[in-house]
């Protein structure tokens, strides 16, 4: 993915297509401008296909007044959203298809889903006519909320769950011979509390912005394009990035007050992705190569029990200094610990978790801070929503196993959970997931 | 209220005294320790109080370490983050006293909260030795979650309300007497669906800032330092700027996809301010002089039965077009809308608000979007979180039983509500409604 400047998103002129294809989504399809009518009174809104049109996604008019921000591209090799510099905010979402929804359903909302994230992430309205552009006696095609702002970095990621390859319905999409054989619900783990109601569902949307408003807009017209063919499970906002995806960004601190993710995978060593968060050409299924697994876990905090810890206490659970992030075994934040000597508990999470200690493995972490409101005692409801993408779900799996004897789950507890398989991104003039149905 | 840049928080140096005062808040008091020790076998740390600190808030190390960007004064004639323009992100927090707390807990508490504000807005910790520089064998003053962040434009406005002064327990802190006579709950207005959990409260604190861990930040600290002496009622978030009160802000939109806030006063008309937002020193009571009054609404919005209403419809329900938020008698956003003709519908939300239609009425709006994740039935929990100043209550019951005939209100609920006074600001050397005690 390119960061464009102000003199990028070369697609965001009326005549900018992104390279014909015959496959390619002109525009949303008659079941998705169905959910956008329905209502309205006019069923299949014609948007943005017109026929000079041939193919690749229809752009219109720029929606950004003021400086045009950071635009990601969205079509590639992988989805952006994983390495990409990581946005201040997050709307993820978790969807379900809905009853009695075929293969052809799936198939054209994932279509409508790219059409509409290839123009949001440019700063577009989901359609040529937009928020304000098409007739007046009709609903419009976007919700408009986020008229006159730019792209602000939006990235839209796309996965797949277990149970949209097979689920209590049996092979709805035709698609169970495709499941790749490790994505199925995570284990139980230890300390797990899960509402089921904010865990696992079908399909997942991981929007990030620099602009919460930009996110939320993106999630909502989603849902909205989603109309009778998927509905939103359950979704979450996030801020304050947990983690880094590059060298220049500064290690950002979680609730706890810590420096989270020092030691994450970066965006430009390409080696440690290769091996560590893409699935490869020799990996199975084929339709995923370039591809990865999110695994999402909602990490309630107890803030307030944690805040009456000593610090001293608080370094040695965590095995690193809380001011600057050095573990305790010396040096900076960046210095290698050294888990040779005492200095460094036992069960310590940096001990625990580190790749020295488990076989060299690593994830990408692309987690953000949460805070939801509070519960009846008066305390915030309020912790980690854990992202992190992986080649493989046993990397996740093999660590979050060995945090059994964490000394910060005392402080902790998993209240959501939820695995994706993540497709690799949708080549110009396809679609995002096209060869799950090659 | 200043605005600072890079040169400027003058008191961020630890010689930094604010001017003395004998009644000056130089620490938090041993209650406020409290809360912060407790659990950690030590109550009543020593923190930031020298001997050399005659008076004002003592100042430690800058917390960020990066830019140095926007800080407001927290001392003042008026509070800030009235006036301030309006900042990306809120965290608004109600509170209510503990049980069996005196007038004595209540004077510590807003002491203990001034010190605290007047560092965190100037990008400090809570105390002297913050997150980390205090013992190791104590919980830290600060939870740390802001280290390395600037100040980020925060302001922290106080308020108080109808129970502090008197409530089923009669008047616990003795200063009923100095209730404002129309500081009482709002009466029910039409289409009311009021959450308890989600309305009113004794004090109020309005945390706003441009990074949301910031202000999140300041709500966790105040809410731990108010241990013992009062508890999280509810809180909200919120993010995206519905209002501004400067010229130079573009007029945000909110999520039904409209410019709100066109009519707002604006910060640099002192004749409106005073007409309409500020208490004048002819009113009761005299320690209110300077202060204003806070109206809190949670307006959950029904966007998806919103989202297909047609266009030209949606425009006649709000008296705008969409697009440009010009009124439907023509021109462009600013132009005075024109009543006399039928362009703007009678019940439009255009023409019953607007002042002209409500002999003059005026309010300062602040308010900010939210999303709350979603509901059973898939659809998101999003709305508005209204919040206007006034220099009378009545000002916004006029206005809002005004809209009792709304046409919007087929698709808004009022589920959230509150009244404070809002005191004047602090002078340097004393606190938050320091008149209402003297």
């Known amino acids: 993915m390119n960061e464009s400047g102000t003199d990028a998103a070369p697609d965001a002129s009326p005549e900018g297509g992104r390279g014909a294809a015959a496959s390619a989504p002109t525009g949303l399809s008659r079941r998705g401008l169905l959910g956008l009518a329905i209502g309205g009174g006019v069923a299949g809104l014609a948007v943005g296909a017109g026929a000079g049109l041939a193919g690749g996604v229809a752009l219109g008019r720029a929606r950004a007044t003021e400086d045009a921000r950071t635009a990601y591209d969205f079509f590639g090799g992988h989805q952006a959203g994983i390495t990409t510099p990581v946005q201040e905010h997050l709307h993820f979402a978790s969807f379900d298809m809905m009853p009695r929804t075929d293969r052809d359903d799936l198939i054209s909302l994932l279509q409508d889903w790219t059409y509409a994230s290839a123009r949001m992430t440019q700063g577009l309205d989901v359609s040529a006519t937009g928020a304000v552009g098409g007739s007046a006696e009709e609903p419009p095609d976007d919700t408009g909320e986020a008229q006159g702002l730019s792209a602000a970095g939006l990235t839209i990621t796309f996965g797949f769950g277990p149970g949209l390859f097979e689920n209590e319905d049996g092979d709805r999409y035709g698609i169970s011979a495709q499941r790749p054989a490790d994505l199925e619900r995570l284990p139980a783990f230890l300390g797990d509390d899960l509402d089921p109601e904010a865990s696992h569902g079908d399909l997942c949307i991981q929007a990030c912005a620099d602009d919460p408003q ?28 947990t983690s880094r995806t590059t060298a220049a960004q500064a290690t950002p601190r979680n609730l706890f007050g810590f420096k989270d993710g020092t030691a994450n995978i970066l965006a430009d ?38 805040d009456r810890v000593r610090l001293s206490e608080q370094d040695t ?22 888990f040779a000597g005492s200095a460094i508990d036992e069960n310590s999470h940096v001990r625990l978790a580190h790749p020295e200690q488990n076989d060299g493995i690593r994830i990408l972490r692309r987690g953000y801070n949460y805070v939801d409101g509070n519960n009846a005692l008066g305390r915030l409801d309020a912790g980690l929503f854990f992202l992190s993408y992986q080649r493989d779900p046993a990397q996740f799996i093999t660590l979050q196993k060995r945090l059994s004897t964490d000394r910060l789950n005392e402080y902790i507890r998993h209240v959501g959970s939820g695995i994706w398989a993540i497709p690799p991104g949708a080549s110009a003039g396809s679609y995002i997931g096209a060869d799950l149905f090659a």
Do not use: C
């Open 269 to 306: 060593d390409t080696a440690a992705l290769d091996e560590h968060v893409w699935v490869g050409a020799s990996d199975e299924p084929s339709w995923m190569t370039g591809g990865s697994y999110l695994v999402a876990r909602k990490i309630a905090m107890l803030i307030e029990t944690w």
């Open 317 to 338: 659970i965590i095995g690193r200094d809380k001011g600057e992030g050095a573990p305790l075994s010396g040096g900076t934040e960046l210095t290698r610990p050294d």
């Open 214 to 241: 930009v996110a939320v807009h993106a999630i909502r017209n989603l849902s909205r394009i989603a109309f009778g063919r998927a509905r939103l499970r359950w979704s979450q906002l996030g801020f304050g990035k």
